[in-house]
């Protein structure tokens, strides 16, 4: 059983930071590509980012040059550093990770933008 856990997530004003984090039960972000994906109120879930084991990013248009997505998988850990934040960003990120034809989830952390 693979457990994902998030956190950083919280009330943050316009302009501001935050810093999510997913750790990893075991080591399952080595040679696959964990992202984050985020749910706002009455929308579907949308991919965040992406970032594959060799470095390589995806980003959705709307958070491009703003969000950062990196991993340490020693720490079994995946961040996203999230700067100049706008209240289009709010809902919930969650950690994802497709091994094989499974798909794991995190809880999901709130993030929450004020104008």
């Known amino acids: 059983q693979v457990q994902l856990v998030e956190s950083g997530g919280g009330l943050v004003q316009a302009g501001g930071s935050l810093r999510l984090s997913c750790a990893a039960s075991?080591?399952?972000?080595?040679?696959?590509?964990p992202g984050w994906y985020r749910q706002a109120p009455g929308k579907e879930r949308e991919l965040v980012a992406q970032?594959?084991?060799?470095?390589?990013?995806n980003y959705a248009d709307s958070v491009k040059g703003r969000f950062t997505i990196s991993r340490d998988n020693v720490k079994k850990t995946v961040y996203l550093q999230m700067n100049s934040l706008k209240p289009e960003d709010t809902g919930v990120y969650y950690c994802?990770?497709?091994?094989?034809?499974?798909?794991?989830w995190g809880q999901g952390t709130q993030v929450t933008v004020s104008s």
């Open positions: 970032i594959t084991n060799g470095g390589i990013t």
């Open positions: 994802n990770v497709r091994i094989g034809a499974n798909v794991f």
């Open positions: 075991r080591s399952i972000f080595s040679g696959n590509m």
